[in-house]
C-alpha cells in the first residue's frame, strides 16, 4: 500500500478516534478548568491526544510488518513512546509526583541512547570528538525535548502544527536528499496529527494532554537522534525546524529559574502566550508559527542539510537568532507574566 493511501487511513483512524476521546473524557470528567495561569478561557475536555499516540504506534507496526520500516528503530521509537504516553495518560487522570515522572523520563531516555548503540562517535565542530559526553547530551536532549513540549502545549494547534511543520520539512529533505532514513515515519506522524489537529484548532473541543505531547517531543527527538547517526547536519536540521519551541521554551525557563522561581511552578510566561494575550487570540499566534517555521526554518535547514557546510552548528546559531530577540523583547519569563 502506498505511503499516501496508509497517511488518508490514519488520518481518518486518528480523527474519529479523538472524537471518542473527547466523549470518554467528558463522561470521565477530565476537564481543564481555567485559572489564572491557563491561556483559554472556557472548561475543556483533555486528553484527546491519546488518539495520535495510539494511531501512530499502530502505524509504525504497520510499516515494520510491512518492512518498510527497520524493526530496531521501529520498536525503539514503539517502546520509548509507549511509556512516555503511559506516564503522560496516568498524569492526565491523577497527578504523579513531578520527580517521579522526571526519573521515569531519564530512564527511558537512557534506554533509547543505549538502544540506538550510543553516539561516542559523533563529533561536532568539523571533527572534535566528545566521546561518551555525547551520550551524556543525548540523554539531556531527549529529557529536555519531550518536557519542553509540554510547556509549549499551552494554546489551540500550536504543538501540532509544530509537529506538522517540522515533520513535513524533515521529509521534504530526506526525499531531495533520496538519504536511507525512513521519511514515512515523518509522513505517518502528520497525518496522524493532523487527524487530532481538526479537534483542536482554531477552536479546541479537546486538548491534546501530557500523553501526547510528552510523546511527540520524544518521538522527534528520538527522530533527531537517528538522522544524527546520519550525519551532524541532519541533526542540526531538525534542532533548526524545531527552533520556536526550544527558543521559547528554553529562554523562558532559564528567565524564571534565575528570578527564583522552581523549574515546574505554572506559569503563562512564554513568548507565545505573551502573544495570544496581546493579540487576544491563539489562532493568529498558532499561524505565525508556522509561517516562521517554513518560510525561515525550513529554508535555513535545507541549507544546512545539503549544502556541506562545514560548521553547521553556526547555522542553528543564525536560526535562532531572531527568536531569541522576540522572546527578550516579549520579556517572556518575566515574574509578572
Not at 467528558?26 to 495510539?54: F, M, Q
Not at 509526583?97 to 561516542?120: C, D, E, Q, Y
Request: proline share 2%; with cysteine.
Amino acid at each position: 500500500m502506498s505511503i499516501f493511501a496508509l497517511s488518508i487511513i490514519f488520518f481518518i483512524l486518528t480523527l474519529l478516534f479523538t472524537g471518542y476521546m473527547r466523549h470518554y473524557a467528558l463522561k470521565k470528567n477530565i476537564i481543564d478548568n481555567p485559572n489564572e495561569r491557563s491561556s483559554h478561557s472556557v472548561p475543556t475536555p483533555r486528553g484527546g491526544g491519546v488518539a495520535v499516540v495510539c494511531s501512530y504506534l499502530l502505524a509504525l507496526a504497520v510499516l515494520m510488518y510491512s518492512q518498510q520500516l527497520e524493526l530496531h528503530t521501529g520498536f525503539t521509537l514503539m517502546a520509548a513512546g509507549f511509556v512516555i504516553a503511559l506516564l503522560g495518560f496516568l498524569d492526565d487522570h491523577g497527578h504523579i509526583n513531578s520527580m517521579l515522572r522526571l526519573a521515569i523520563h531519564f530512564l527511558v531516555a537512557i534506554g533509547v541512547v543505549l538502544g540506538l548503540g550510543g553516539f561516542s562517535e559523533v563529533t561536532i565542530f568539523n571533527g572534535v570528538q566528545i566521546g561518551f559526553i555525547a551520550n551524556i547530551i543525548a540523554v539531556l536532549f531527549l529529557v529536555w525535548l519531550l518536557n519542553l513540549y509540554n510547556f509549549m502545549d499551552g494554546i489551540n494547534g500550536i504543538a501540532s502544527v509544530e509537529a506538522i511543520t517540522a515533520t513535513v520539512s524533515m521529509a521534504i529533505l530526506y526525499l531531495l536528499l533520496s538519504i536511507s532514513l525512513n521519511s514515512e515515519i515523518l509522513w505517518l506522524l502528520t497525518a496522524c496529527v493532523c487527524g487530532f489537529l481538526l479537534w483542536n484548532f482554531p477552536k479546541a473541543k479537546i486538548f491534546m494532554g501530557d500523553a501526547c505531547s510528552g510523546f511527540l517531543g520524544l518521538t522527534l527527538g528520538i527522530l533527531a537522534l537517528v538522522a544524527l547517526k546520519e550525519n551532524l547536519a541532519l541533526f542540526c536540521a531538525w534542532i533548526i525546524c524545531l527552533g520556536i519551541f526550544v527558543v521559547d521554551a528554553t529562554y523562558t525557563l532559564i528567565k524564571r529559574v534565575l528570578n527564583g522561581h522552581k523549574m515546574y511552578d505554572a506559569h503563562r510566561s512564554h513568548s507565545y502566550q505573551i502573544l495570544s494575550r496581546k493579540w487576544d487570540s491563539h489562532t493568529p499566534v498558532t499561524l505565525a508559527v508556522a509561517a516562521i517555521n517554513l518560510l525561515w526554518l525550513l529554508p535555513i535547514a535545507y541549507i544546512t542539510a545539503t549544502q556541506n557546510i562545514r560548521y553547521p552548528e553556526i547555522a542553528v546559531l543564525i536560526a535562532y537568532i531572531p527568536l531569541l530577540l522576540i522572546a527578550i523583547k516579549l520579556k517572556a519569563g518575566n515574574l509578572n507574566a
